[in-house]
């Protein structure tokens, strides 16, 4: 079956540095989503991208679909204690069909 | 509308009871789906319904499972004779069908399995 690898696993930052995560897929998705998940809660929808080549941003967050449709990085910049949680991608085939979510980027902030 | 809301948050069951978890979706989402997710894991797709229709299931969803959506709207996830394998976060999300559709996630509920 389809498998996203998500890299990496964990990152301890210093609060103020930039954040780079990314996802490789073994099959081709359409659709491209990043999700933050605090302990003990459902995943919170961060970017959603829709095109092959497109870049989009929310805030200190910007996300970009790969051209192959096979890979997708998160960028966070500027760092702030906030941001600590798992981060997830999460690919989807065609609009409204299953997610295939990644194993998480757990992303630790010091003040 | 307060978006995806789950109950209970929280269940803790012994091994061989039946335990029901319900999902109420954004009012004015069509599709509802069903994750489950384990310590240190992303979400593993379980079944999806749109309006009352349930349109997959994976083989994650065993026998013991059952899902529902009768009036199209809220949806229960049934678990029967639980195993201690079946401890995890169930989640449950919501969506449009249409173009540039995204899935909302509501709280999830953690069972535990004694």
């Known amino acids: 079956g389809q498998q996203l690898n998500q890299s990496p696993q964990s990152m301890f930052i210093q609060e103020g540095e930039d954040v780079s995560m990314n996802c490789t897929s073994s099959?081709?998705?359409?659709?491209w989503l990043w999700y933050k998940q605090d302990p003990g809660e459902g995943p919170v929808l961060l970017i959603a991208?829709?095109?092959?080549?497109e870049l989009t941003s929310n805030g200190r967050l910007t996300a970009q679909f790969g051209i192959t449709r096979k890979d997708s990085f998160l960028n966070i910049s500027a760092s702030i204690p906030s941001d600590v949680g798992i981060y997830f991608c999460a690919g989807q085939e065609t609009s409204g069909s299953r997610l295939t979510f990644g194993e998480g980027t757990q992303l630790t902030v010091n003040p | 509308d307060t978006g995806v809301s789950q109950n209970p948050r929280h269940k803790i069951t012994k091994r061989g009871q039946n335990v029901t978890f319900r999902c109420d979706p954004i009012s004015e989402h069509n599709r509802l789906y069903w994750y489950r997710q384990t310590l240190g894991q992303g979400p593993e797709f379980l079944t999806y319904?749109?309006?009352?229709?349930?349109?997959?299931k994976s083989r994650l969803l065993s026998d013991r499972f059952s899902a529902e959506r009768p009036k199209g709207s809220f949806s229960t996830l049934e678990i029967q004779r639980t195993e201690q394998g079946d401890s995890a976060m169930y989640l449950c999300a919501s969506s449009f069908w249409g173009v540039n559709t995204e899935a909302f996630f509501g709280q999830g509920t953690r069972l535990t399995v004694v």
């Open positions: 099959s081709i998705f359409n659709t």
């Open positions: 991208l829709y095109k092959a080549g």
């Open positions: 319904f749109q309006n009352e229709a349930q349109l997959e």
